[in-house]
Nanobody, 129 residues
Framework: QVQLVESGGDSVQTGGSLRLSCVAS????????LGWFRQAPGKEREGVAV?????????????KGRFTISRDNTISRDNTKNALFLNMTDLKPEDTGAYFC?????????????????WGQGTQVTVSS
């Protein structure tokens, strides 16, 4: 099992930027893909971006060119922690929602939510016009 804790959510205006962070902890974290997902009020959770253990990434169309996912597996000596980031630029009101990081033994596919079985509690992003 992987424990995940997100941070960095905030309220910004249209066109602003944010950097979300997630610390993923667990013995298997180095062998799992990590991803960012989001959920707007009244809508289903959707994938934003995912990165696998080799650094291959996959983005939702709305995220391409605006969001960048990155992963750092050097934050612990025993390889039981990874840091996951999501740099978001040119934010729009439709980007508003709770953002979750997740881990799972799956390839890098932002649509494969069912392959991610460990989830964080989420961090709120609000973009105002």
């Amino acid at each position: 099992q992987v424990q995940l804790v997100e941070s960095g959510g905030d309220s910004v205006q249209t066109g602003g930027s944010l950097r979300l962070s997630c610390v993923a902890s667990g013995k298997l974290v180095d062998s799992y893909s990590l991803g960012w997902f989001r959920q707007a009020p009244g809508k289903e959770r959707e994938g934003v971006a995912v990165v696998d253990i080799d650094g291959n990434s996959d983005y939702a169309d709305y995220a391409k060119g605006r969001f960048t996912i990155s992963r750092d597996n050097t934050i612990s000596r025993d390889n039981t922690k990874n840091a996951l980031f999501l740099n978001m630029t040119d934010l729009k009101p439709e980007d508003t929602g709770a953002y979750f990081c997740a881990a799972g033994p799956i390839y890098a596919d932002h649509t494969a939510l069912k392959g991610f079985h460990d989830w964080g509690q989420g961090t709120q992003v609000t973009v105002s016009s």
